[in-house]
């Protein structure tokens, strides 16, 4: 899911809105290549930042890497030059999650986020459009604004017919993207991914490229790490869904996240009873939650329902800062109980804002891994998930258009080497609602002695630059610089 606090790809619904220097291990001049580096493409840098700081190039790859001289797509690629060509280490491939969404600008995000200047010393930053993305061959299923479609997570199925409208939408959207598909489709995956970072590498002349990559991104990194272990360098895997690919546990795990996250937004809220009034205790907050999604289930308000009320509070919770303004809107809705319900708007029929970022992220999540075709296992999971998570299980549990996917996995999901340079440090809040510590752990025992397992004692979607731990900021900085890797798993307090 991609999220500016970086996810695997979610369309907000309007209503919530929400460094020491070091001296580096070597040096290394950039390396002279054939690339050929010009403006970026409108939109990815905005004029009222001031002047252009990045160049644009972009990389040919196969389509199929099953067959490397055959159809050739493009990979478009950034690059923010390191500030210190003396101190120049190498380059930092960027991804920001997702998959689906745009990384050309992940450069220029990350500075305005207070990356340490070290780093901008040590590397060149590599943002990019992954396959199928914007402006790389992108691809699409042809969403339009007339289906109701709710993107990278299902809707909250809080009874059986709201689960067999899910499933009918579900089958209609696979439909869709098997009608619209000119053969690039089946060959959006993590696999290829990873195999393009490598030709990214290759394309800018560096015997080695190291990784930046946050949720979905830890799914792409675990995959390049494990594939090209002779040439991938520092590898910082940030907030982790727990394998190289996303299946039905790990996005059932989206439930036990909110549960673990959702404390914190209840504490502060709790705190703040007199301005809100929405609970003077946690547990009264937790109550509050299900007063308002119980009765928008019943009578949308303003074309706001049960379903649309979770998940703007599932996304609340990846970033504290959202807090104040969903607070705001928790009290509107709740005092707002005995109005009228508003008009639904007209549907239209145009294409979706979202068909782009949709389409590569159900390419990639139904291409990796074969999902369960039987209706009634996800059935299932969304019954006890209802009862084991009741803030959002039967969201997560709910059936995906990957149970109708026409198109079979072409190969098995990247398996995590764990024979390799011992080069991966991976980051991971304690409470996270997307993907909560129990990804992280999962990674980290895959990758056994190859990586490091960073806690955080924080709360909300991204570590690194994205949070406000010293202690955090300085172990992965220290990674990236200088090379160094804790010598066992680490925890940082609050703080």
């Known amino acids: 899911m991609k999220s500016r606090a970086p996810t695997i790809a979610i369309a907000l619904m309007g209503l919530l809105v929400a460094g020491c220097a070091h001296t580096p291990a070597q040096t290394n001049a950039a390396p002279e290549t054939e690339l050929q580096w010009s403006p970026c493409p409108d939109g990815v840098e905005k004029p ?17 890497y099953g067959d490397p001289e055959g159809t050739q797509i493009d990979i478009t690629i950034s690059r923010l030059s390191a500030d210190n060509p003396d101190t120049r280490h190498g380059v930092l491939l960027l991804n920001p999650g997702g998959p689906g969404g745009t990384g050309l600008d992940q450069p220029n995000f990350l500075v305005s986020q207070g990356i340490p200047p070290s780093v901008l010393d040590t590397y060149d930053l590599i943002g990019m459009d992954t396959r199928g993305v914007g402006h790389s061959s992108p691809v699409s299923c042809g969403f339009t604004d007339d289906l109701e479609y709710y993107g990278a997570v299902p809707p909250y199925a809080f009874d059986e017919a709201a689960f067999t409208e899910q499933a009918t939408t579900a089958e209609e959207v696979a439909r869709r993207c098997h009608a619209n598909d000119d053969g690039r489709l089946p060959h959006i995956t993590t696999a290829n991914m990873a195999r393009d970072l490598d030709r990214i590498r290759e394309a800018l002349g560096e015997e ?15 995959a390049y790490a494990s594939m090209f272990p002779d040439t991938s360098d520092r590898v910082v895997l940030d907030s982790n869904i727990g394998d190289t690919h996303l299946d039905h546990d790990g996005l059932r795990r989206y439930a036990r996240g909110m549960e673990e996250t959702f404390p914190d937004f209840a504490k502060w809220l709790a705190e703040r009873h007199g301005q809100y009034g929405l609970g003077e205790t946690a547990q009264q907050v937790r109550s509050t939650y299900f007063t308002i999604a119980e009765r928008l289930d019943r009578t949308p308000m303003d074309g706001i329902n049960g379903r649309a009320f979770r998940l703007a509070t599932f996304v609340t919770l990846y970033n504290p800062a959202s807090y104040e303004t969903a607070a705001q809107t928790w009290k509107m809705l709740l005092n707002s109980g005995n109005a009228a319900p508003a008009d639904e708007p007209a549907a239209g029929s145009g294409p979706s804002p979202a068909d782009n970022s949709w389409s590569v992220f159900l390419a990639v999540t139904c291409n990796d891994v074969e999902w369960p075709d039987d209706a009634d296992t996800y059935r299932r999971a969304v019954n006890d998930d209802r009862e084991t998570y009741p803030l959002f299980g039967a969201a997560a549990a709910n059936i995906m258009p990957c ?27 304690r409470r996270d609602p997307v993907t909560p510590l129990r990804g992280g ?30 202690c955090a900021q300085s172990i992965i900085t220290d990674f990236l610089v200088e090379g160094v890797l804790p010598e066992q798993d680490t925890a940082c307090t609050a703080g």
């Open 208 to 222: 080695k490229a190291s990784f930046l990559g946050y949720s979905y991104g830890s799914a792409l990194g675990a």
């Open 403 to 429: 149970a109708f996917w026409q198109d079979t996995p072409a190969e098995p999901p990247v398996a995590i080497d764990d024979d390799g340079p011992t080069n991966v440090l991976i980051a991971q809040n």
């Open 441 to 470: 752990e999962l990674l980290d025992d895959k990758f056994g002695e190859r990586s490091r397992l960073l806690t955080v004692d924080g709360s909300g979607h991204g570590v690194y630059a994205l949070g406000n731990n010293p």
């Open 48 to 64: 009222e930042d001031g002047p252009p700081q990045l160049q644009c190039a972009a990389v040919a790859v196969p389509l199929d």
